[in-house]
C-alpha cells in the first residue's frame, strides 16, 4: 500500500492503519517515544517556579487560616479559577500531589495524540510525525518566542492544559469537525484567559474567512459557547480592572512589568537571536511544502495555513504594539508570543511531512538525513562537553550546562536516535518499540520517586532554606507575617506563612502594581527598581545583595511598617537591636529573629 503523497489526496492508508489492531500499537508506542522525548526535555516538578504562585490560592481555600495578613493574595487577582479550585478538592483529600503528577502524564499524552493526528491529517505518517517531534525539540527544545513552551517548568500548569486543549481544537478544526472544536477552544478559554481571548479571536478569523461553512446555526452556537466560557474568565478580570483604583502611567508598567519583571516574556528587542531563529527556520520551508498539496486541493493543508497564518499575524501585532512601542497594558497582558508554539509546531510538522511522505524526496536520502542529523547532534553535544566549563565565555557556560545534564541529554539523544531508526523494517521495529517502552517506564518511574527527571533549567530551593520555612510553619502563630528576603519565592508555599512581598509575585494589574513597587523600594531603600540588574536571574542575585547589604535598624523599621513579627537574614543582627533570634540553621547561613519576643522581654524586664 503507497505512502500518502501531497500527490495522492486520498488519506485513506492513514484511517487503514489506525482501524486495525497493528496500527493501534504502532500509534501507541509512537506516541510514548514522543513522550518520552518531551519528558526527557521538560522532566516534571512540584513546587518550583510558578507552582510557588499558582498553589497558593488553593491553599488559602483549603485552609482558610492561613495567609490572613498576605497582602497579595487578598488585595490582587487571582486569576486561575478553575485550576485553583481542582487543586483545592485535592488538597482536601491530600492528594495533590499524585494526582498532579497523573494529570501531568496525562496532559502529555494528550498532546503527543493530538500532534500525532494533526500530521496525519496532513497526509503524514508515523515516521513523519516522530520526525517532526525531533526537529521540534531540536529548535531550542520546543521554546517559541518569549520562552514559551506547550509544556511549560515540566509541571501540571493552567496554562499547559489550556496549551494542549487548543491544540487539540486546531485539529479538529483541520479535520473540518466545527462542532468538537468549539468545544476543544471554549475548554481553553476556561483553563487560561489568555487563551480566552485568542479562541474568540481564533473563531471570529474563521467565521469572517468562511473557512467552513457547515450552517450558520453551528457557527453562532460554537461562537456562543466558546464566549460564554471565555466569560469565567474574562469577568473577574474585568471587574479587578475596574475597582483597582488608579493604574499607575503606562511608562512605569512597561518599566516594572515587562523590563524589569518579565523581560524573557514580554520585551522581544532583548530576546537573543537564536531564539528567532529556532523559531523561523521550519516556517519557509513549510510555506514552500504547503503550496503543492493546496494546489491539488487539499482541505486539510488550506485550513491548517490559515491556521498558522492568523497566529503569524499576532507577532507582528506584539511586535509593533507590545515590543518596540507600547500602547496598552491589555495588548501586553494578553502575551501574543504564547501562542507562536503552534506555528512552530506546525512548520515541523509540514517540514517533516517534505522529507517523510511528500515524494519530493526519497525515503533513502530522507532516513540517512534524519539520522545524520542526530548523530551531528550528538556529536556536537559530546564536543561542547568537553571544553572547560569554568572557562570565561558562551562556550564554557554550553559546557557547563552539557555536563549539569548530561544524563536527561543522552536519554533525550538515545529517543532521537530510535525516532529515526522507527520504522525501518522487519525485526527493527519490535526491538525499537520495546526499547523505548522500557526507557519511558524508567522515566516516569524517575518522575514518581521524585528525582525530577528533566535539564536542570528551573532554580533548586536551597535545602537550608526549605528547611527554615518548616521549622516556620511547625513554630509560629499562623497568622505571622515575615519580611523575607525578596529575591526568594518559596517562603509562602513551605512555610503557609504570610510574607511581606517578594519580587516573583508582582500583581498582574497596573493598578495593584503600586503597592508592590513601594513595599520593594522600602525594603531594598532603592527608589528607582529599574537599577537592579538584568536578566532575571541576575535581578535576583542583585535584590538578594541590597538586601543582606541594609542596616539592622532599616529592617526592622520596614517589618513593623508592615506588620511583620518575624525577619529572616542572612547574616546574624547585632544585639543591640529589639529582635531575638529564635531559629538558626546548623550551616548558619539563615537566622530568624522575632520582634515580639524581643519586645515581651524588655516588658518583663522593666520593674
Request: charged content about 15%.
Amino acid at each position: 500500500m503507497p505512502e500518502p503523497t501531497a500527490l495522492n489526496a486520498s488519506s485513506a492508508p492513514i484511517h487503514v492503519m489506525e482501524s486495525s489492531c497493528a496500527g493501534r500499537w504502532r500509534m501507541i508506542f509512537a506516541i510514548l517515544l514522543g513522550s518520552a522525548l518531551t519528558l526527557c526535555l521538560r522532566g516534571y516538578q512540584f513546587g518550583l517556579s510558578n507552582h510557588t504562585l499558582y498553589l497558593l490560592e488553593a491553599m488559602k481555600k483549603t485552609w482558610p487560616e492561613l495567609f490572613h495578613h498576605d497582602w497579595y493574595l487578598n488585595n490582587t487577582l487571582q486569576y486561575h479559577i478553575i485550576f485553583t479550585q481542582i487543586t483545592h478538592w485535592f488538597m482536601k483529600l491530600g492528594w495533590e500531589k499524585p494526582a498532579f503528577l497523573i494529570f501531568y502524564l496525562l496532559v502529555l499524552f494528550l498532546f503527543h495524540l493530538a500532534w500525532l493526528k494533526i500530521v496525519f491529517q496532513l497526509g503524514g505518517s508515523v515516521r513523519a510525525y516522530l520526525l517532526s517531534v525531533v526537529l521540534f525539540y531540536f529548535s531550542a527544545g520546543g521554546t517559541g518566542l518569549g520562552s514559551f513552551q506547550f509544556i511549560q517548568d515540566g509541571a501540571f500548569l493552567p496554562s499547559n492544559v489550556a496549551n494542549v486543549v487548543m491544540l487539540w481544537g486546531i485539529l479538529f478544526l483541520i479535520a473540518g469537525r466545527i462542532g468538537w472544536a468549539a468545544v476543544a477552544l471554549a475548554l481553553a478559554a476556561i483553563w487560561h484567559i489568555n487563551h480566552a481571548v485568542i479562541a474568540l479571536l481564533l473563531w471570529g478569523y474563521l467565521f469572517v474567512l468562511g473557512l467552513r461553512r457547515p450552517g450558520i446555526r453551528k457557527l453562532i452556537l460554537g461562537g456562543i459557547g466558546i464566549g460564554l466560557c471565555s466569560l469565567v474568565n474574562l469577568i473577574p478580570a474585568f471587574y479587578a480592572k475596574l475597582h483597582a483604583g488608579a493604574p499607575v502611567p503606562l511608562e512605569q508598567f512597561v518599566q516594572l512589568y515587562v523590563k524589569l519583571r518579565h523581560p524573557h516574556h514580554y520585551a522581544p528587542l532583548s530576546w537573543p537571536i537564536a531564539l528567532w531563529i529556532s523559531f523561523l527556520w521550519p516556517v519557509v520551508p513549510a510555506g514552500w511544502i504547503a503550496v503543492r498539496p493546496i494546489r491539488l486541493g487539499r482541505r486539510e493543508w488550506v485550513t491548517a495555513t490559515q491556521i498558522a497564518c492568523f497566529f503569524l499575524l499576532l507577532l507582528p501585532i506584539g511586535l509593533i504594539g507590545a515590543g518596540i512601542w507600547f500602547f496598552s497594558e491589555t495588548l501586553v497582558q494578553i502575551v501574543v508570543w504564547r501562542f507562536s508554539i503552534y506555528i512552530q509546531l506546525l512548520a515541523c510538522g509540514a517540514v517533516a511531512y517534505l522529507l517523510c511522505d511528500s515524494g519530493v524526496i526519497g525515503k533513502t536520502i530522507s532516513r540517512a538525513t534524519t539520522i545524520a542529523v542526530v548523530v551531528a547532534a550528538g556529536l556536537l553535544m559530546l564536543i561542547i562537553a568537553r571544553n572547560d566549563p569554568h572557562a570565561p565565555g558562551q562556550l564554557a557556560r554550553a559546557a557547563q550546562f552539557v555536563r549539569e545534564n548530561l544524563f536527561p541529554l543522552s536519554m533525550f539523544m538515545a529517543f532521537c536516535a530510535l525516532a529515526a531508526l522507527y520504522d525501518i523494517g522487519g525485526r527493527w521495529n519490535a526491538g525499537i518499540n520495546l526499547s523505548a517502552s522500557i526507557i519511558l517506564v524508567v522515566v516516569i518511574s524517575f518522575a514518581w520517586s521524585g528525582d525530577a527527571l528533566g535539564l536542570n533549567i528551573l532554580p533548586k530551593d536551597d535545602p537550608d532554606y526549605i528547611a527554615l520555612c518548616h521549622w516556620a510553619r511547625d513554630h509560629t502563630p499562623v497568622d505571622a507575617v515575615f519580611l523575607v528576603p525578596p529575591s526568594e519565592q518559596a517562603f509562602r508555599l513551605e512555610a503557609r506563612r504570610a510574607i511581606v512581598i517578594n519580587f516573583k509575585g508582582i500583581p498582574q494589574m497596573s493598578a495593584e502594581m503600586a503597592t508592590w513597587r513601594d513595599r520593594l523600594r522600602d525594603i531594598l531603600q532603592m527608589p528607582d527598581l529599574m537599577q537592579l540588574p538584568e536578566p532575571f536571574d541576575r535581578t535576583l542575585q542583585g535584590i538578594d545583595q541590597r538586601y543582606e547589604s541594609r542596616g539592622d535598624d532599616h529592617l526592622i523599621d520596614v517589618a513593623r511598617k508592615y506588620g511583620a513579627r518575624y525577619i529572616i537574614v542572612a547574616h546574624r543582627m547585632g544585639s543591640a537591636h529589639d529582635g531575638q533570634l529564635i531559629h538558626t540553621m546548623q550551616s548558619d547561613r539563615y537566622f530568624l529573629y522575632d520582634l515580639d519576643a524581643a519586645k515581651r522581654q524588655a516588658d518583663q524586664a522593666r520593674p
